[in-house]
């Protein structure tokens, strides 16, 4: 029996040395975003460039899959080739990108506004309703009534830029965009005008 108490001590102590272990080392990730990250996005995720997304309160598991897929492993190309951020993470570790996934998605947002008030109707149609006729499916389906999305596969995209949005539709359906899973936004995006893009693009940015 006190062999037994001691063992189970021992796997208690060891299992909470490896979670300690594991936590997200956040004062080398806020250093990090203070210095690497902040030229671009804000050390506090806050873009002012609508070129550079948003990052602030997006999803961890989100930013964490990007991180990662920005960068080369083991030899092999990036999944998501951008040479700006290819060049940000090549000497960020696995350890790094979850801790900076961690400090990003616990800043505030500071959302950026829909600019366009022609194309609003247009664009709460396709978020809402998708286009049918087209075989697009409403935006909200994935990324939620409100644009949260949901962690890991669809990020947050109310309050980001409009052209930011724009820009990446118009690379999934260009096909240089490609680490979207099992190509739905490629699949999606594909079937959409420029217009159509746009419209909904600026709708999502005055999302709350």
């Not at 949005?165 to 936004?185: I, S, W, Y």
Request: proline share 5%.
């Amino acid at each position: 029996m006190i062999k037994r108490s001691l063992l189970l001590s021992l796997l208690l102590v060891a299992g909470g040395l490896h979670a300690q272990d594991q936590a997200p080392d956040l004062a080398k990730a806020k250093q990090t975003a203070e210095t690497i990250c902040a030229g671009c996005h804000g050390a506090d995720g806050n873009s002012v460039v609508p070129v550079n997304p948003k990052i602030a309160d997006q999803h961890e598991e989100y930013l964490y899959k990007q991180l990662r897929e920005f960068k080369s492993w083991d030899g092999k190309p990036a999944v998501r080739e951008n040479p700006v951020m290819g060049a940000m993470v090549a000497g960020l570790e696995d350890a790094d990108m979850k801790a900076l996934a961690v400090h990003f998605s616990s800043q505030q947002l500071q959302p950026a506004a829909a600019t366009n008030a022609e194309t609003a109707k247009r664009g709460q149609d396709i978020w809402r309703a998708g286009i049918a006729s087209k075989g697009v499916p409403a935006c909200a389906g994935c990324h939620g009534p409100a644009g949260a999305g949901l962690p890991a596969q669809y990020p947050r995209i109310s309050g980001q830029f409009a052209e930011y949005t724009e820009a990446q539709l118009k690379a999934f359906r260009d096909g240089v965009r490609k680490n979207d899973p099992n190509l739905m936004m490629q699949t999606i995006a594909l079937k959409m005008t420029d217009a159509e893009i746009k419209a909904v693009s600026d709708y999502a940015a005055g999302l709350r």
